[in-house]
């Protein structure tokens, strides 16, 4: 039979093939590494600085968690459970509170608190630098927009430190 017809209906089954196909596909061309490689050409991929300050941090050895986070150089930035990437980590600034007190003659008299040097408490401002997209609306980082107030999580080879966004600055 040479002249027979070949034509078939579409399956189910290949119906649903055709659909994980086309979600395969929209997961390749959407995926963040392609995004971020796209915004880079795009110019919209800028360096941004970071602080991050933390409050309140209990530790046993304050001077080592700062010279070990120095010494590393980079920390990993979790933002709302979502990894955003590693940063370079420029300083750790001392944001330590202070006790104020006013002498009989009106001069002001300024000591570090010592409660918070016996308890071994770490209040600092890590400074950080890395790649975001800036848009009009802000700058975003692993998909997320980064702003002063939003809590994130620094995380390097010997700690994991719970902090708030300080500021965010764009590099000129």
């Known amino acids: 039979m040479a002249g027979e017809n070949r034509t078939r209906a579409v399956s189910w089954i290949d119906a649903v093939a055709a659909t994980v196909a ?5 997961g390749v061309i959407w995926s ?3 995004s971020n490689s796209v915004a880079r050409a795009t110019g919209s991929m800028k360096s941004v600085q970071v602080s991050v300050d933390v409050r309140g941090l209990p530790t046993a050895d304050k001077a080592k968690l700062i010279s070990d986070a120095l010494a590393h150089g ?7 459970n979502q990894p955003a990437g590693s940063l370079t980590l420029l300083e750790i ?6 006790l104020n007190t006013l002498l009989p ?3 002001v008299i ?3 608190d010592p409660n918070r040097e016996l308890q071994g408490i770490l209040e600092a401002r890590f400074v950080l630098e890395g790649e975001a997209t800036v848009s009009d609306s802000g ?3 692993a998909g997320t927009k980064l702003k002063i107030g939003s809590p994130v999580e620094l995380e390097g ?4 430190i719970n902090g708030s966004v300080s500021g965010v600055e764009m590099e000129s």
């Open 74 to 80: 980079s920390t990993s930035l979790v933002i709302r």
């Open 157 to 160: 080879p010997r700690y994991r």
């Open 139 to 141: 700058i975003v980082m």
């Open 32 to 34: 963040p590494k392609l």
């Open 93 to 98: 600034q001392d944001i330590s509170s202070k």
């Open 105 to 107: 003659d009106g001069t």
């Open 110 to 112: 300024e000591a570090p």
């Open 22 to 26: 086309l979600i395969a596909l929209a």
